[in-house]
């Protein structure tokens, strides 16, 4: 298919509280799961974590690229530890949903610097990558249905924060909506193949 994507998980993130691991407090740092997307000759790359001093190495040991061969980066929402690589990425696009984008710049409006960087992904994203609206976890949260040679993936964010997450169709705790952060997730059962969750390794969805 000319419009399939190529895929790969650049950093694996972790939680600082894992509640199926049997923990109450913070024992770990927290990272976002970054995942690089390749749709012909464009190279997109979803919310950068960790910080660039990991990221940058990571990047290259992954896929053997700099962060200048990267034409874009798209964020799924606008928490703090799903861009705390942005900085790596100052010369290429940068593209969130328009409702995710909003929501941020409502919420947040110290970040203004940071936030006017961003443009609406609506409409302009590469061959076989599109927008799948996710909510729950936070306000406009979007994550992205991709085709691949092996079915849908969805790169979700933090609508699926781990495997065990998504086995139990739960939202973390800091979801803006539990129900229809089970709901989201008990969508994504029905529509993808291959799920990249916020906070972990790739879910095969059998």
Not at 100 to 128: D, V
Not at 175 to 188: G, K, L, N, P, Y
Request: glycine residues 8%; charged residues 15%; negative net charge.
């Amino acid at each position: 298919m000319s419009d399939t994507v190529q895929f790969t998980i650049v950093n694996i993130g972790t939680l600082s509280i894992n509640k199926f691991w049997g923990e109450t407090e913070r024992v770990r740092s927290v990272s976002a799961t970054c995942t690089l997307l390749q749709s012909g000759e464009t190279r997109l790359l979803v919310d950068p974590s960790p910080e660039p001093a990991a990221l940058e190495p990571m990047l290259y040991a992954r896929t053997g690229l700099r962060p200048a061969a990267i034409d874009a980066v798209f964020l799924t929402h606008w928490h703090g530890d799903h861009r705390y690589g942005l900085a790596s990425f100052e010369g290429v696009t940068w593209w969130m949903a328009a409702e995710s984008l909003a929501a941020w710049q409502r919420q947040q409006s110290g970040e203004a610097a940071l936030w006017e960087r961003f443009q609406p992904a609506e409409g302009i994203l590469p061959a076989g990558i599109a927008l799948y609206p996710s909510p729950g976890h936070a306000v406009g949260h979007c994550s992205l249905r991709v085709e691949t040679a092996w079915g849908p993936l969805i790169v979700a964010g933090d609508a699926v924060m781990t495997p065990e997450f998504f086995a139990a169709e739960e939202g973390y705790h800091n979801s803006v909506d539990f129900e229809q952060a089970a709901e989201t997730i008990r969508a994504i059962k029905r529509t993808a193949r291959i799920v990249i969750p916020g906070h972990g390794n790739l879910i095969l969805n059998l």
